[in-house]
């Protein structure tokens, strides 16, 4: 991929911890509990990140010492195996999530708060929180459950979530999760290839001040899962309107009526933990299994080490149930923290809702998709004129790369002290590859770090690690966060194809990713929808960048299609602010725009407006789809509309396609 030169003002340094965080935080603490117990000197961030990479052993020991991980057995050897995958973590050691999380018990604070719409504000005490976890999870052992068995949830961000999974996590059963605004179809494509004994079901949820009725499509559930024995009724708004037929109901509060004493099965530490699913927008979603042992290490470090979640704060992390978003929440009670469960839409009924919210109820921590705060930004919402957000100390951003203008509009609109963190990372390992650390600065437009024991690195095409360059991101050596397996995946097939086919032994993630010299990272976005024009190629997320910094401009899309025999064709979708004009002045502007800011040779051929851009549950950018789409597949080939936030945005395209396809036949 071509060498890109970064925008103006990209790399400014926006935020630098000042003397009292450096020394406060938990990074710190461990990197001098390492230099006194374990001998290990680090002078900074890169050195740490270096010795995590190159003692990989020791590294993971140290975090199982210094989090005082509990567990029968041996914690050496640390792993066994020298290629990926296959890699056997801690093999002669016994654990269990639940366990860890509860060990942080205390009165001094509630360890959740959540938020539903239409109803009043709860606080869940750890006391109710073991109690509940612990009645129901006999509960689930007087049906049968057992240590491998899958139980699955199709709920809302909701308190009863959280416990139904720490009740299967402490009899080590396997969880699995879709959220209630997914389709049957597109739920059923997952849970079917797992078998679930067990179904955590609501019957309605509210979201956008509105009612959603699931009763029906929990019907369709059972009848296309013969393998579920009961099912658990989390109340909705809707509970007691109308009859539910489902067989071998029972109601969530029958079931957590009963008083138990705690009782956590110390698992194997490869015992999978749950099961997450790719986004399924163009095939059978992949089952992707994760192990208790290698989330408590991760989530350990990753919480309390790079996010520096300490005891008390409160994390607020923006997402559904069925985004792996949902699982480091969850996964934050580890550190001690506590989570603030938020159900609903977060700009209803006003646009400053959640930033309101966050202030009375003093969240630490929040972290959202970046498509959050670049449509704060564009409706001009500026949280600092109306909120102190004094307890306010990280941001955390994902699921795209965040616009340059929208680093600048926290600092400006929000809270000019707050660390903003970009983190990226994905679904297949349940945490982050690049993110960031509470010991440096933030440079606009940059992600700060690799991870600690995450040897990322850029790849250009003849296989070198490069800096200041845009490559392939690899990862080069095992991590214990890596999927155990796929679900119901013979010899391994599609977990070889996802991740080992390109270099073998070697993980490919499928982004473009920039080191920089000083260890920060861009990520350019995916490398399987590259733009490639003239023999230059470049990431979408470079064209993104400088056109929605355009004030009328809200969303965008563009799609690089390439004609056998003929030139290639680049039409760039954009939906417009409302009150926007869209006519050649504006087209010419935002092609200008591009030919300045990103590259003259990746200027569109056509601008086009849209009502909406189509996007996955997860909010995700439907690029591979929609190219497939223009290229002439056929609308159930190209994607499917239960696994996407808005199916109708597909028709315009479909219309477009077919425009394309007379348009190259007269031609």
Known sequence: MQEN?????????????????????????????????????TQDYDELWRWSIEDLPGFWQSIWDFFEVQADGEREPAMVGEQMPGIQWFPNARLNFAEHVF??????????????????????????????????????????????????SFMPNLPETVIAFLACASVGAI???????????????????????????????????????????????????????????VSGPLDGSRPLPWRNHCSWQ?????????????????????????????????AIVHSHGGIVLTHLKSMALQNDLRPGDRLMFLGSTGWAVWNLQVGALLSGASIVLYDGNPAWPTGDALWRFMDEHG????????????????????????????????????GSPLSMDAYHWVYDAVKPDVWLASISGGTDIAACFVACAPTLPVHAGEIQCRELGVAAYAWNDAGEPVVNEVGELVITQPMPSMPLYFWNDTGNKRYLESYFETYPG??????????????????????????????????????????????????????????????????????????AVFDEVLQERIKHQIRSKASARH?????????????????????????????????????????MQNPTSLDFFVQYAKALKVKEIST
């Open 254 to 286: 029958d079931c957590v009526a009963g008083s138990a004493t705690p009782r956590y099965e110390r698992l194997p530490f490869s015992h999978p933990l749950w099961i997450l699913y790719s986004s399924g927008t163009t095939g059978l979603p992949k």
């Open 603 to 643: 200027v569109p051929n056509e601008v086009v407006q849209v009502t909406e851009i189509p996007r996955t549950l997860s909010g995700k950018k439907m690029e591979v789809p929609v190219r497939k789409l223009l290229l002439g597949s056929s609308p159930d080939k190209a994607a499917s509309p239960d696994s």
């Open 175 to 233: 969880w699995s999760s879709c959220a209630p605004d997914m389709g049957a179809n597109v739920v059923l494509d997952r849970l079917r290839q797992i078998e679930p004994k067990v179904l955590f079901a609501t019957d309605s949820y509210s979201y956008n001040g509105k009612n959603h009725d699931r009763s029906v499509v929990v019907n369709e559930l059972l009848a296309g899962l013969p393998s579920v024995q009961r099912v658990v009724q």
């Open 506 to 579: 070697l993980w490919r993630q499928g982004d473009w990713i920039r080191f920089t010299e000083h260890g920060s990272a861009v990520i350019y976005g995916r490398s399987d929808s590259t733009i490639n024009r003239f023999g230059i190629r470049m990431g979408t997320a470079e064209i993104y960048r400088v056109v929605e910094e355009m004030p009328e401009v809200r969303d965008s899309l563009v799609i690089d299609l390439e004609f056998l025999g003929r030139p290639s064709f680049m039409p760039l979708f954009v939906v417009l602010q409302p009150g």
């Open 103 to 152: 060990r942080n018990a205390t009165s001094a604070h509630p360890v959740m708060l959540a938020h539903t719409e239409g109803a009043p504000l709860r606080e869940i005490s750890w006391e109710e929180l073991e109690r509940t976890t612990a009645a129901l999870a006999a509960q689930l052992r007087s049906w049968g459950v057992q240590p491998g068995d899958r139980v699955a």
């Open 363 to 398: 969240v630490t921590q929040l972290g959202c998709g970046a498509a959050y705060l670049i449509n704060c930004m564009k409706d001009g919402v500026r949280p600092r004129d109306f909120a102190k957000l004094s307890k306010l100390r990280t941001i955390l951003s994902t």
């Open 5 to 41: 030169t970064p925008p103006e003002g990209h790399g400014q340094v926006l935020w630098t911890p000042d003397p009292e965080q450096l020394q406060s935080s938990r990074l710190v603490k461990y990197q001098q509990w390492l230099s006194t117990e374990k001998g290990v000197h």
